[in-house]
């Protein structure tokens, strides 16, 4: 039986991701899977996430799924910008990681603790806006680097940040929870849309893959990030963009509905809707 070619950045978190979906599509189906490695613009820049723009990290991989040089690609749903692209589907929806944003601090602090003119490193320009708008006696610096780096630059032997805000999903899909000092409550900093959600893409016309690929789809975890996504879609905002975006599935009178919450944060946090 032919391997299907899952393609995926090289970095550890998209490794772990792909390595995730296709033990799970394994597990599911039987078909074996290989992994493909392809490194996209974002890889190769230093500069920051914000200024290198919406979808970097994806186009690639979708260079590669249009080019039949992948079957299949898997994204961090957060990263996909809200218009898709022509002859590609997201096939499926994996169950959700736990979308809160999590404090990696020194000496165990949580965000409260941290002293006055702690310095506080991020790579959304939301989280950014968020932490400006608690008003807290932070600076608060942009930041690059895949997820150990981050983590080094607060607990590593140079270390020159008191703490670093990451996705929870990431840390424990690394295997990196201890190194959460506070998880973030959605109340105080709302997620970015579709945050610790997984996208699975493939060709639409590849019609075989498209229903092997739907047995990996969780349906509750796609309708809330599908509300969350419409949020960002309808103001026109980017995945860069300081907006943020939580949907929760609860049952209602008529049937399951879906609560949503989303915030606008202007950069230096003075306004927020």
Do not use: W
């Not at 790579?123 to 608690?134: F, P, S, T, Y």
């Not at 190194?179 to 639409?204: F, H, K, S, Y």
Request: proline fraction near 6%.
């Amino acid at each position: 039986m032919t391997a299907l070619r899952l393609g995926t950045r090289g970095s550890a978190l998209a490794r772990a991701q792909s390595t995730y979906v296709a033990d799970a599509l394994r597990a599911a189906t039987g078909r074996p899977v290989e992994l493909v490695e392809i490194v996209t613009a974002g890889d190769r820049s230093t500069a920051p996430v914000a200024q290198l723009g919406v979808g970097v990290f994806v186009s690639a991989l979708r260079d590669a799924l249009i080019a039949n040089e992948i079957d299949f690609a898997v994204h961090s749903y957060k990263d996909l910008p809200t218009a898709a692209p022509g002859g590609l589907h997201i096939a499926a929806v994996p169950a959700r990681e736990d979308p809160r944003d999590a404090l990696v601090a020194r000496d165990g602090l949580a965000l409260a603790e941290l002293p006055d003119g702690a310095v506080v490193g991020t790579g959304a320009v939301r989280r950014i806006a968020q932490l400006n708008a608690l008003r807290l006696p932070l600076s608060v610096t942009p930041i690059r680097g895949n997820v150990d780096t981050r983590i080094g630059r607060v607990l590593g032997p140079s270390a020159d940040l008191h703490a670093v805000v990451l996705a929870r999903a990431g840390l424990l899909r690394l295997g990196r929870a201890d190194a959460i000092t506070e998880t973030l409550d959605p109340m105080l900093m709302l997620p970015a849309p579709a945050q610790g959600a997984l996208a699975v893409e493939c060709r639409l016309d590849d019609h075989d893959l498209v229903e092997l690929l739907a047995t990996l789809d969780h349906a509750p975890t796609r309708a809330a990030v599908t509300a969350e996504r419409a949020l960002l879609a309808t103001l026109e905002a980017g995945c860069s963009a300081p907006v943020a975006a939580y949907a929760e599935l609860a049952e209602g009178e008529d049937g399951d509905e879906i609560y949503l919450r989303g915030a606008v944060i202007s950069p230096d946090g003075s306004r927020a809707v």
